[in-house]
């Protein structure tokens, strides 16, 4: 079974940064996708960024200029820089892996951004 732990979150002022790491249980190049997904108070979960087995990477149209995925090989991690942080990207975030045709999921990590 799949193990995904995020870490990273916390509460930061807006125009600020945050870097998210998602520790796997797996090799991470073992998957075919990496993804973070978030969810805001009272919304549907949805996609921040991926990055799939051939290094494509693909951003939510409010993660692009200011979120960046990437895949740390010594440490096995899958991480999400994230600048320029608004109030309105405050949520709860979430790694996501798939192997085969099965979804793995994390726990969450929460973000706010508040002054």
């Known amino acids: 079974q799949v193990q995904l732990v995020e870490s990273g979150g916390g509460l930061v002022q807006p125009g600020g940064s945050l870097r998210l790491s998602c520790q796997a249980s797996l090799n991470i190049f073992s998957f075919k996708k990496m993804a973070w997904y978030r969810q805001l108070p009272g919304k549907e979960r949805e996609l921040v960024a991926s990055v799939d087995a051939g290094r494509t990477t693909n951003y939510a149209d409010f993660a692009m200029g200011r979120f960046t995925i990437s895949r740390d090989r010594a440490k096995n991690t899958v991480n999400l820089q994230m600048n320029n942080l608004r109030p309105d990207d405050t949520a709860v975030y979430y790694c996501?892996?798939?192997?085969?045709?099965?979804?793995?999921w994390g726990q969450g990590t929460q973000v706010a951004v508040s002054s």
């Open positions: 996501a892996a798939a192997l085969g045709s099965a979804v793995a």
